[in-house]
């Protein structure tokens, strides 16, 4: 399952319940991310266990977009899903802010290489 | 744009006027960014990749880029009215970024408008942002995550001003600095 533009790919592995985020997210608001967050809905119900989001190659995410991953965030909360969100430390976003998600559900695992 | 009346200042005090080495400046409407949403994106890696002479590598030019683009979208949202400019000034001043959106606020948010500003200014940041994530469930339109993040994340400086001009109302200026002095010894 893969969403595919010139700026941004988001794509699901079923196999290693993994998402992946690449290029440039920087959409205009909450319905113009409601495809990529119904995708890590879908991705997330496929297997037990934990979810795993790639933003590795994920190189701008705006605060529209993070609030977005927010909200799936407190969706995975819910339902008692962990999720390993693994970033890169030379994107400066990444390093910044991807500890944030850490703040709203204790089963986020924040792996930065 | 020439203000009349009282100014209101919220933040940190930014000093947006003294021992400029340069700066440019880029007028727009937000019609333009309702016509093409991407033009806030090549506006804000044009001013990354232009500053890269002075701030080079790639951890400067994402830091410059995402707090150029927090501020355009900020402004543009918040317009009052699509057909009235957004204002985007930029200065370099020794290792000194200063970022202004300037834009014109409609009267029934200012009043929010302010408090938000305040609240960012007043409060503990991190449980600021739990706080409005925890209300963008109910309100998707909650605003403010992306300056609690420039303020937060990025250590910048936030000021902002609120003033009044004859021809378009209630304006607000806001106003980030970046100090890569702060930044590197951060690291």
């Given at each position: 399952m893969t969403i595919q533009t010139d700026a941004y790919t988001v794509a699901a592995n079923k196999e290693d319940s993994t998402v992946t985020l690449a290029g440039t997210l920087r959409l205009q608001g909450r319905e113009q991310y409601q495809p990529i967050f119904d995708l890590l809905l879908e991705a997330a119900s496929w297997r037990e266990g934990k979810l795993t989001m790639n933003?590795?190659?994920?190189?701008f995410l705006n605060s529209s977009g993070i609030s977005a991953i927010s909200l799936f965030i407190i969706e995975m909360r819910k339902i008692g899903k962990p999720v390993a969100i693994v970033g890169s430390n030379e994107v400066t976003w990444q390093s910044k802010s991807?500890?944030?998600?850490q703040r709203l559900y204790e089963q986020v695992e924040i792996t930065i290489l | 744009m020439q203000a009349s009346g009282k100014i209101l200042h919220i933040g940190d005090n930014i000093d947006?006027?003294?021992?400029?080495?340069n700066l440019f400046s880029v007028t727009f409407l937000p019609l333009d960014f309702f016509d093409s949403w991407e033009r806030g994106s090549l506006l804000s890696n044009f001013v990354a990749d232009y500053y890269g002479h002075n701030f080079p590598g790639p951890e400067a030019r994402n830091l410059i880029s995402t707090v150029v683009n927090e501020l355009i979208e900020n402004a543009v949202k918040f317009?009052?009215?699509?057909s009235m400019p957004v204002i985007i000034t930029i200065k370099k001043r020794k290792e000194e970024m200063l970022i202004q959106a300037d834009n014109c606020l409609p009267k029934h948010r200012q009043d929010a408008f302010v408090a938000v500003c305040r609240e960012i200014s007043e409060k503990d940041l991190d449980e600021l942002y739990v706080k409005r994530m925890h209300e963008n469930l109910k309100d998707?339109?909650?605003?403010?995550i992306g300056l609690i993040l420039i303020k937060k994340d990025y250590c910048a400086g936030l000021s902002f001003s609120f003033y009044t001009d004859d021809r378009h109302g209630t304006h607000v200026a806001v106003t980030a600095k970046l100090d890569f002095d702060d930044l590197r010894k951060q690291q």
């Open positions: 933003m590795r190659d994920l190189i991807l500890k944030n998600f | 947006f006027h003294n021992d400029i080495d317009s009052r009215n699509n998707p339109n909650s605003s403010g």
